[in-house]
């Protein structure tokens, strides 16, 4: 890849804080209790986890969001101040984002999602179009608020991307990211094998030039603009055990982008966001640990030894698929 000086890109949402329990066995069996070892909160969701991934390979992201005045808040600020990034926000009455992980011993993880901010709630335009006209790319989380800086986005000509998560196809609440990004990932947790009709439909309904699916130990599939051809990537392996997937598909795409910034070719930017998903899976939390450069290019260069990372909760592989006839 060649290298260039880091991009500056406004990453819209995805800040909170994990509740991480590891238990036992995923589902959890009806019981009174369950003894567990202790429970830790994090920073984390995923525009926190595109914004470090992309920090910590050398660019210069700006994240925007929400959060309250409250203990989960301070956890937040801490954490930017001791990595060093930009992070302007507004606060909103009905606190920060919460959520509780709970964490197999493979690890998987099953994410209860504590969003609480309304969805009728509004990022103020004089607040972000002045930060957004100092960037090169936008990264758009699926917050309602976040939909609406599209139409300033294409004013300014600045390329966005966006994460899907585990969207099952259908929701027309996604259409508006599905549709208006130009890099668009998303997880085949929920369309198993009617993940290839979902990556055509965003390609054909959209303006996507790549679509990005990841499917866990499964690997991770691709569809670029002009080529019908699905094409599969193997899931990295990693050199030790892999103990927890949170942050996993952020990791994938902070580590996709850096190839993509740089004009690396598909293939090589699928190779990137597989180690970046990887290399997390081998750390507690969400995004407590991000790929670095050296440890990307090492990667790169002489590949990982290890097992491939377990797949996100109700993550099954996908098979290969071919072009459409």
Not at 61 to 75: C, K, R, S, V, Y
Not at 145 to 169: I, M, N, Q, R, Y
Not at 314 to 323: D, I
Request: glycine share 10%; proline share 7%; aromatic share 6%.
């Amino acid at each position: 890849m060649v290298r260039t000086e880091g991009r500056r890109v406004l990453v819209a949402g995805g800040v909170g804080i994990d509740t991480i329990v590891h238990v036992p066995a995923l589902p959890l069996a009806m019981a009174d209790s369950i003894h567990v070892p202790p429970v830790t909160d994090y920073v984390a969701h995923t525009g926190n986890g595109v914004a470090l991934g992309l920090l910590a390979l050398g660019h210069r992201p700006l994240l925007l969001d929400f959060i309250g005045q409250d203990p989960q808040a301070e956890l937040i600020h801490a954490r930017y101040r001791e990595r060093g990034l930009a992070f302007d926000y507004l606060v909103h009455e009905s606190g920060t984002r919460r959520s509780v992980n709970l964490v197999g011993p493979d690890g998987r993880r099953l994410s209860l999602y504590d969003g609480r901010h309304p969805d009728s709630l509004r990022m103020p335009r004089e607040f972000y179009l002045p930060r957004m006209r100092e960037v090169e790319h936008v990264h758009l989380s699926i917050m309602p608020w976040a939909a609406e800086l599209f139409d300033d986005a294409a004013k300014l000509g600045l390329p966005v991307s966006t994460d899907l998560h585990d969207w099952d196809g259908s929701n027309p609440y996604h259409y508006p990211f599905a549709r208006r990004s130009d890099l668009v990932f998303l997880s085949a947790a929920v369309l198993g094998d009617g993940v290839s009709e979902a990556m055509r439909a965003i390609m054909r309904d959209g303006r996507a030039q790549v679509v990005v699916a990841t499917a866990g130990a499964g690997g991770s599939y691709s569809l670029r603009r002009g080529d019908d051809t699905i094409r599969h990537t193997p899931c990295a392996v990693v050199d030790g055990p892999v103990v927890d997937s949170n942050g996993a598909g952020d990791a994938f795409s902070s580590a996709f982008l850096h190839a993509w910034f740089e004009g690396a070719p598909i293939e090589a930017c699928m190779r990137a966001g597989a180690i970046g998903g990887a290399f997390a899976c081998r750390f507690h939390g969400t995004a407590e640990r991000s790929l670095g450069l050296e440890e990307l290019a090492l990667r790169l260069s002489a590949g990982a030894a290890g097992a491939c990372p377990a797949p996100d909760a109700g993550t099954a592989p996908v098979p290969s698929l071919p072009a459409r006839p």
